[in-house]
RNA sequence: GGCCACGUGGCGGAGUGGUUACGCAACGGUCUGCAAAACCGUGCACUCGGGUUCGAUUCCCGACGUGGCCUCCA
């Protein structure tokens, strides 16, 4: 089936054709790293992985290109610095601060079984690029030089009559109901209250560089610029699809994409926009004054990351989630199901029907239920069906334990000794042998009150944690 | 105030102009000493009011409700 995706930008949902198939180009705002991810954060970095997944699984893995940015230029991570490491030099206390926090991040993505993105790219390693693109505003008249600032205009981008594409297309409005709508204070060397920053000069200890366009005093870039540069860099001026949060449509991406078709003379800069929706916990806005805001690492002390992911996945990316944890206790029961029947199988190939799911605008919902049938099948069928359904959850970024890992887990967070329990099923099996059900319903009882579960069949008695 | 998205059964959640989503829970059955698990089966739906249509949950208009963006934010 044709993969089809929505486009943000034309709001339709098209076929997907690369610029070059023999390289599909991938770029992904990526976490600004000043403290731990939250759960939030977690969605655009499984959402883009199924897509990464799927992208290579069609092309094929060495003719997709990911990109996903690191941000480690921020006045949150220079905050966060000061207050951590006070004895050290700023631009140090700083580098601890992203070193750390990078590692954090990877650790708490890796656990949710996303691959790494091809490339990782820094902003602090991409300031040359930063200014020959703004350098190359200035010179095609869509951004001014002012009191040390470097500010994009919009108004002039709009003014020029080419094959620019209107700013604000992206975010569906217009530059008047922007003026209109303005409620911050404008800064005095603006010239439109529309325009925003390219490049600032550096407050004293801030860590700077060497500003563009014949400003004279150290600078550092602003927050839209990073995005243009590295995409370009990593990318070429033109590329296949630019994803992130919703909320990075306006101004972040609006902006990006102002920046990069005007100092490229290009009429897009990426083919496909994709924004995931937003993540609410227990039917709540996840903030820090409400007390429900919840990392990613803390979410892992509870649950696999694959419980994380699939739960994850059952709703559609574009739509918004309900993170709730009777939702999570059904995804760990489908996933206990799941690696019990598959887990210790060997790969055939994936299936058809998950791929048409996912080709649908990634309609991971509908790719469940096909999992769903594929599991009926694997269950009572061959080893072929029991392949197919391995491999495709395998594709998909599930199974990576065996079956004793993953039960092996319950049992850990549990702290129950198996040899006990092993001890009293033993005596339970020879009170039902003399028929004394009275203490063979004790030992059931005692085994409930540990949270472990009795399975008798015709081959013996099996346990397992309850949720 | 401006712009946008959404409103499906007890819960989560796809999709469709006329025909089964899927999962969880519930209920019935098989099995069991009784249960649990497993397996088989069953029921329950499309916010409200107009319109278009032979026919709308699906298209259009309106109302109400929820969420998002407009400011750092995935």
């Keep these: 089936m044709q993969l089809r995706l929505y486009d943000t930008l034309t709001k339709e949902k098209r076929p997907f054709t690369p610029l070059d198939p023999s390289n599909v180009r991938m770029y992904v705002c990526g976490p600004t790293v000043y403290d731990f991810a939250h759960i939030g954060n977690a969605r655009p970095v499984i959402v883009f992985d199924v897509l990464f997944r799927l992208l290579r699984h069609i092309y094929g893995a060495d003719h997709v290109t990911y990109v996903r940015n690191i941000t480690d230029v921020d006045d949150k991570i220079n905050d966060r610095a000061a207050r951590d490491f006070p004895a050290l030099p700023l631009n140090e206390a700083i580098r601890k601060v992203t070193e750390l926090t990078e590692k954090q991040f990877h650790d708490d993505v890796d656990a949710l079984g996303a691959l790494r993105p091809t490339v990782e790219p820094r902003a602090t390693e991409h300031i040359a690029e930063m200014r020959s693109i703004i350098e190359k505003l200035v010179q095609g008249g869509f951004a001014y030089v002012a009191e040390d600032h470097v500010l994009f205009s919009p108004q002039a981008m709009n003014a020029e009559n080419s094959i620019l594409p209107r700013y604000g297309a992206l975010a569906n409005r217009s530059l ?47 927050w839209h610029i990073e995005c243009s540069a590295m995409a370009w860099k990593h990318l070429g001026e033109q590329f296949d699809i630019h994803g992130g949060g919703i909320d990075l449509v306006f101004p972040h991406h609006e902006n990006e994409l102002a920046q990069s078709a005007c100092a490229f003379h290009s009429d897009r800069m990426a083919n496909v926009w994709m924004h995931n929706g937003f993540l609410q916990v227990e039917s709540e806005k996840m903030s820090k004054s409400l007390g429900n805001f919840i990392t990613i690492r803390e979410s892992l002390a509870d649950w ?16 918004p989630i309900d993170w709730t944890a009777k939702a999570l206790e059904e995804s760990a029961k489908t996933l206990d199901d799941w690696y019990e029947i598959a887990a210790d199988v060997k790969a055939d190939r994936p299936s058809d029907a998950v791929i048409d799911a996912l080709s649908d605008d990634l309609n991971t919902p509908q790719m469940i239920a096909a999992l769903h049938g594929l599991r009926n099948i694997a269950a009572s069928g061959s080893d072929r069906d029991r392949g197919e359904f391995a491999a495709t959850l395998r594709m998909l970024g599930f199974l990576s334990e065996s079956a004793a890992e993953w039960k092996g887990r319950k049992q850990q967070a549990s702290g129950v000794d198996a040899k006990q329990i092993n001890d009293l099923i033993s005596n339970r099996t020879a009170a039902r042998a003399r028929k004394d059900f009275k203490e063979s319903d004790r030992i059931r009882d005692e085994l409930a009150a540990m949270g472990v579960v009795i399975k008798d069949s015709k081959e013996g008695t099996t346990w397992e944690f309850a949720r």
């Excluded at 694959?306 to 574009?318: A, D, I």
């Design 176 to 222: 008047d109901e922007m003026i209109a709508g303005a409620r911050v204070d404008v800064a005095p060397y603006k010239r439109d209250s529309t325009d925003f920053v390219l490049w600032k000069p550096a407050k004293p200890g801030e860590p700077s560089w060497p500003s563009p366009s014949g400003i004279s005093v150290p600078g550092r870039p602003g």
């Design 304 to 319: 696999p990351g694959e419980v994380l992911r699939l739960n994850m996945l059952k709703t559609h990316y574009r739509s």
